[in-house]
C-alpha cells in the first residue's frame, strides 16, 4: 500500500465533502445551466417593458415642452411684441424648464430673448442681435414644418450642456428655441421612473448620454453610440442585449422616443452580479452550504459511530498481532464487519494454531534454532531448546543480548565473512567453530536465512554439532584410503598367486602329460612284463626241451665213443621226438602270443578305428593282464556274448577295461578272499552296454562323486597317480563317445556301466593326452 | 465518453472558465472638461479617441484582450479635475488621454506625476510643458510655435497693430500662448494696443469688445475657447462687423461657426491639423466620425485621435516589462492622420500650422 492513509473517520468525512461537493456542482450548474438563463431572460423582458414604459411617460412629460414652445409660437403669430416677450419670460421663469427661450428671424438673428434670471441681465443683452445663422438647431427647425428636438449642445448662453428645442414660428418664418438643460432631463427621468429603483439612460441619436439616473458625472461625458443595443434601437421600438460599460457587465433595454428622437436605457448588472442572478446564486450556496455544514457537523458522529466497531475489531486483530489473548471479538449491527469480526476471529484462530505449530516444531526441532537480529550486530532475541543444549546455555537470553557472547564464534573473521555472506544473498551455509557457555568448543555445521518480520529483518540460523561426525567421517576416510591400499596390496599379491598359478597349472599339465604319458609306459610296461611273462613259459618249456634234446644229444656222442648201441639211438630218437615236440608246442604258443601281444600293442598305441567283434578283444586284454590278475588272485569272468561287433576304437576299449581291471585289482579288494571281476556285455539296440563289476570293499560314498576326477586317489604316495578314472572317462566320453557311471556300496562292491555306440561317432579325437 | 460524462465535463469546465478572472484588458482613461465651457473640444478629442479605440477594437491587435475605454469628466475645477485622474489611476488605467486645455493639464499632472501614469494631452500647448522629462506626453505644438506661427503670418498680412482678449479661466495657455506671440510679433514690429482679460462666463462682452476696438486696432485677437472667441465675435460684429478677427487655435471647433454665425465669417485661424485634407486616410477617418457622432470632426478631434492610436499601437508592441512611456518613445515614429509623429525624450512631439479662415460657414485654408 502506497500513497497517503487516511483513518476511516477522514475518509468518510472525505466521501461526505466529496458528495456535498458534487452536489456543490450539480446544484451549480443546474443554476448555471437553466436558472440563470431563465433569471436574464425574465430580467430582458422586464427591462423591455420598463424601457418602453419610461419612454413613454418622458416623451409625454417631455412633450409637454414642445407644447409649451409651440404656444408661444402661436402667440407670436399674432401678439404684439410685448406679449412675445411676457411669453417668453413666461416659459423661463415658471418651472425652470428651460433656461432661455429665444426668437430667431429668419435670417438668424435673435431678436427677443428670455434666459433663466440665474444667468443675469447681460446675458440675455448679449444674446439679442447675435447671429445664429450657423446653428444646427436652427437650420433644423427652419427647413422642418414640425418641432425639432436638438442634440446635446454646449449652450452659448448659459455655457452649460443643453437639449435645445425648436419650433418653427409659421407667420414670420422665425424659430423659437427653447434651452432645456440637461439637469432638466434627469429630473424628468426621475419624476417618470416614479419610486421604480431602475438604473436609466437618456441617449441622444448621437449616442450622447443626456441623463443618467445613477452617475450624473457620465451625462455628457460618455458616448454609447458604438453599442449594438443602441444601433438595434434605433429600428427596433425596444431591443434588449448584454452590454459591457467600463469593465462591468450589464443586462440593458432600450427604447425609442420617436417624438424625442432619444432612446431610454434601462439597465441591471448583467451576470452573477444581476441582483436575481446573485440572490439565486445566493440561495442555491446558502443551501447547499447549510446541507453540507450540516453535514460536516453530523460527519464526525455518524464517522464515530462507523469506525468504533472497526476500532474495536482493529484493536483486537492487533492484540493478536502482538501475541495478546485477543478475547472477545466484537459483533455489531453492520454485516459486513460482522463477517469480518469474525473472519479475523478465524484468521487469528488459524493463526494461533500456526504459531503454537511452529513453536512446537521450533521447540522439538534435534537442531539448534537461534532467531538473531542483524540490526543489532546479530544479538540472540530467541532459541530453541536443541539450540541451549548445544551451547550449554542455561535458558533464553534477554532480547538484545549481544550476538557474539551468545553465539559465540571461535573466529571472529570467519563470522563476519558468513554474516556479510547471509545479508548479501540472505542466505549463508557453513561450518564454524563455537564455544560453549563451558569454553568447550565444537564445530557446528550452520544453515542461516533471513526473513523480514514486524521487527524488521530477523535471521535464523539453524546449528548442529557435527564434531563427533566429522571426526567419524575422518576415521572412515583414513579407513578407506587404508583399505584401498590393501586391496591395492592385495590385488598385487592376487597378481603374483595368479601368474603363480597358471604357472603351475602350465606345470601341472604337463605334469599331467607327464603322467599320462608315464602311465601309458607304465601300462606298456605292465603289458610288455605281461607278454614276457607269458611268453617265459613256452620259451622256458621251449629251452628246457632245447637243453633236454643237448644233454640227450650230448648222452649220444658219449655213448657212441663208447660204441654206438641201438638203445642209444633209440633214446636219442626218443627224446628228440618229445623235445622238438615240446619246443614246436611251445613255440608256437609263444608265436601265438607274439601275435596277440601284438595286435594289442597296435590298438593301444596306434588309436586304429576298425571293426571288431567284442568278445575278442574283451579275451586279450584280459589275456594281457594275466599276470596282474594272476599275482593278484582275482578271478576273471567274461561274460560277453560272441560275434558282438563294434565300429570303434579297439585301442581305447581296451585301455579303459585294462584301467577298470586294473583299478579293482589294485583298490577293490585288499586282502579280501575270492575277489571276483565280472565283465558282461549286452547289446542295447544301436549301443552296448558294458558292465564291469567287482565284489570288492566299494567306493567310500564322499569319494563317490569325485571318482572320475583326476589325481582322486586313496593310494596318494603308495604308487598311484590318481589319473585312471579319469582317463577312463575321458576315453570313453570322448573317444568313444559314449557314457560311464559308477555304482558302488561299501562292502558290497562296485559295479562300472558303460554305454557305448556301437559305431562310434567320426573325427573323434581320441587323444585324451 | 458517455452523454452524462460529457455533461459533467462541460459543469466542471463551464464553472471553472466562470470562476477565471477576465484577461486584463488595455485600459485607455479619458480625461477632460466635459461638461465645462471647453466641453465642445474635450468632446471632439473625446470622440477622436472613441473613434480610435472603436478601431483598435474592431483590429482587435491585443489577441481578445480587449480594450476598455474609461471616459471622466475633469469637472468645474482643479480639484474635480484632480479627483477624476486618481479615480482613473485607481481604475488601473495605462494610459491616460486627456487634459484638452493646459490649464486643467497643469491641475492634475502632479496626480500622475505621484502615480507615474502616462497622460497623453492632445491639446496642450503651453510652453512651459516643453521640453520637461515628466509623465506628460503633448501631441500638439507648442503656444511658442504657434504664437511665432501667428505673429509671423498675421503681421506679413498687414495686421501690425492688434488689441488682445485674454480668457483668464486657462491661463495656463492663454498667458503662455500671449507672451509667446507678443515676443515675436513685437519683434516684427507690430505693436499690441489693448489687452483685456475676460471670463468665460462673464456677460460683459460687448464691454470687453467696445474697450478692444477703442484704440482702433488693425484687427483683434482672441485668446479663448470657440464659445468665448463666438461670443465675443457676435459683440464685435454689433459694433464693427468689418474689423479682421484673428482667434487662437483652441477656438477651432465647429461650434465657433455654429455660435458665431456670421460674426465669425471672414475670422482667421491658425489650425494644427489640414481640414481641407483631401488624402483617402483623412476622408475615411472624417466619414466615420461624421456617421459615428453625427459632426464633423475639429482640431481636437484629430489629435486626440492621432493620441490614442498612437498610445493603443505603442502599448500592443509593449513587451510586459517595459512602461508605457518607454513603449511609446522607443516604437516611434507613428504615422498619424496627417503626419507623422515622433516623441523625444521629455515626450514632445511637433505639429504643422495650417493658416484657415472662415468662409461660408466652413474653415478653409487660406489662399
Known sequence: MSGYQWRLRTSLIGLLAIISSVTFLVVGAVLFLVRIPQITAETRADLRLEATDLAQRSTVMLGALQTQLELIAAVISGAPAADVQLALERAVGENNAFTAVYQIDRDGTALRAAVSPALGAGRRQELIGSDLSRDPLFGRT????????????????????????????????????????????????????????????????????????????????????????????????????????????????????????WSFVTRTPGGIVNP?????????????????????????????????????????????????PPGAWPRGRTIELNELSADLERMATTLQERQQELEAIFDASPVGIDVLDPAQDYALIKRNDASMGLFRASGNPAPGAPGPNLTPWCDRIERRAFYATLERDGFARGEAWLRQTDGRQFLAALTAQTFFSRGGARAVVVSQDITEMRRIEAEVRALNAELEARVQRRTEQLHCANAELSSTVERLRLTQNELVRSEKLAALGALVAGVAHELNTPLGNSVMAVSTLRNALGAFHREKEQGLKRSSLDRLLEAMETGTDIAARNLARAAELVASFKQVAVDQTSAQRRVFTLDEVCNEIVLTLRPLLTRGEVAVTLDVPPGLRLDSYPGALGQVLTNLIDNAVTHAFGDRREARVCIAAAENGEHVTIRVRDNGGGIPPELLSRIFDPFVTTRMGSGGSGLGLHITYNLVAQALGGSIEVDSAVGVGTTFTISLPRVAPAAVNTSCD | MTRWTRWAVLVVAALLLAACERQQPVRIGFLAELTGRTADLAEAARNGVTLAVDQFREADT????????????????????????????????????????????????????????????????????????????????????????????????????????????????????????????????????????????????????????????????????????????????????????IAVEWAGTEQLIELGGRAVEGLMIVQNYNQDDSTDGYQQFQEAYRKRFGKGPVFGSVLAYDAAAVTLAALARRPPDMTAKEALIKFGPYEGLQQSIQFDANGDSNRSAYFMVIRNGRFVREP
Open chain 2, 62 to 245: 491585443r489577441q481578445g484582450r480587449g480594450i476598455e475605454l474609461l471616459v471622466r469628466d475633469s469637472g468645474p475645477d482643479a480639484a474635480s479635475a484632480r479627483q477624476a485622474a486618481e479615480e482613473l489611476i485607481q481604475a488601473r488605467v495605462d494610459v491616460i488621454i486627456g487634459g484638452t486645455t493646459s490649464g486643467m493639464v497643469s491641475d492634475v499632472l502632479p496626480v500622475v506625476e505621484r502615480a507615474k501614469v502616462l497622460l497623453i494631452s492632445p491639446t496642450a500647448s503651453a510652453i512651459e510643458f516643453h521640453g520637461k522629462d515628466d509623465m506628460l506626453f503633448r501631441i500638439n505644438t507648442t503656444t511658442r510655435d504657434n504664437g511665432h506661427h501667428y505673429a509671423a503670418h498675421y503681421f506679413q498680412k498687414g495686421i501690425r497693430r492688434l488689441s488682445i482678449a485674454v480668457n483668464e479661466n486657462n491661463r495656463a495657455f492663454s498667458e503662455s500662448w500671449l507672451k509667446e506671440f507678443r515676443a515675436a510679433y513685437e519683434a516684427l514690429g507690430g505693436a499690441i494696443l489693448a489687452t483685456t482679460l475676460f471670463d468665460s462666463g462673464s456677460t460683459r462682452h460687448a464691454e470687453v469688445i467696445a474697450a478692444l476696438l477703442q484704440p482702433r486696432p488693425d484687427g483683434l485677437l482672441f485668446i479663448g475657447n470657440a464659445v468665448d472667441c463666438a461670443r465675443l465675435a457676435q459683440q464685435t460684429h454689433k459694433l464693427d462687423p468689418q474689423i479682421p478677427l
Open chain 1, 142 to 261: 427652419h427647413a422642418s414644418q414640425k418641432p425639432v428636438w436638438g442634440d446635446k449642445y454646449l449652450s452659448p448662453v448659459s455655457s452649460v450642456l443643453a437639449i435645445g428645442i425648436g419650433v418653427r414660428v409659421p407667420v414670420v418664418d422665425g424659430v423659437i428655441i427653447g434651452e432645456v438643460p440637461l439637469d432638466y432631463i434627469l429630473r424628468t427621468l426621475r419624476a417618470a421612473s416614479g419610486r421604480r429603483n431602475l438604473t436609466v439612460w437618456v441617449v441622444d441619436r448621437h449616442g450622447e448620454i443626456l441623463a443618467d439616473s445613477e452617475n450624473s458625472s457620465r451625462v455628457g461625458v460618455v458616448n454609447l453610440a458604438h453599442e449594438s443595443l443602441l444601433r438595434q434601437a434605433s429600428t427596433a421600438a425596444a431591443t434588449s442585449a448584454p452590454m459591457r460599460f467600463e469593465g462591468r457587465d450589464f443586462e440593458a433595454a432600450a427604447a425609442r422616443s420617436p417624438l424625442l428622437g
Open chain 1, 276 to 324: 436575481r442572478v446573485a440572490s439565486a446564486i445566493e440561495l442555491g450556496i446558502a443551501t447547499v452550504a447549510g446541507s453540507m455544514l450540516l453535514g460536516l457537523a453530523l460527519a464526525p458522529f455518524w464517522a464515530m459511530g462507523m469506525a468504533r466497531p472497526i476500532s474495536a475489531i482493529t484493536e483486537r486483530a492487533r492484540q493478536v498481532a502482538d501475541g495478546q
